[in-house]
């Protein structure tokens, strides 16, 4: 190779081409994970927010309580609002369906609100007859926390089907 060929062929390494020839196939993009695989990343975050759930009905109901709320309540629903604002963060880094991490974020979101709610009216400076009345008319989570148990007990059920039994595998 003389060097005026030699020297094209560093410019054209230097300027990011290629010479001419059989291009390689660009490599495919990487497979995502399995269903197996997501669900069994799923579930561990799904057990958790299950069973934060009494936690956070106890708060509901005690703001819901007419009369004024005790003080070691606002600390257990703080506590019970940053466990499921940590658990919609760690659903972030899991590689999902992401029609199924929607919907499990927004159960999240919900109960987590739910419980933000609940102290906002049970500990709100002027108590009006409005706030009162929307007070006891807090019951508990409802439908939603029947929506995540389901949820999570579903996913269970699909990842024993997609792996078999705990001892065969």
């Known amino acids: 190779m ?3 060929h030699r020297l094209a062929a560093v410019r054209r390494l230097l300027r990011g081409r290629r010479p ?10 990487p497979a995502g994970p399995t269903r197996a695989a997501q669900l069994r990343a799923l579930l561990p975050l799904l057990e958790r927010a299950v069973l934060l759930q009494p936690d956070a009905e106890v708060v509901v109901w005690g703001c819901s309580a007419p009369g004024n709320t005790e003080g070691s309540l606002a600390l257990r629903a703080s506590i019970v609002q940053i466990a499921y ?7 972030q880094t899991v590689r999902a369906d992401p029609a199924l991490k929607d919907e499990i974020q927004r159960l999240l979101l ?4 739910y419980v933000h709610d609940a102290v906002a009216c049970a500990y709100a400076p002027v108590q009006s007859r409005q ?7 807090l019951t508990g989570l409802g439908t939603p926390a029947a929506l995540l148990r389901d949820l999570h007990h579903r996913l269970g059920e699909e990842l024993a089907a997609l792996t078999g039994p705990p001892g065969a595998r």
Do not use: I, N
């Open 131 to 137: 706030l009162v009345e929307s007070r006891t008319r």
């Open 85 to 91: 604002w940590k658990l919609r963060r760690d659903l």
């Open 2 to 4: 003389s060097d005026p």
């Open 110 to 113: 919900y109960h987590e609100w």
């Open 20 to 29: 001419a020839g059989p291009t390689a196939r660009p490599a495919e993009p």
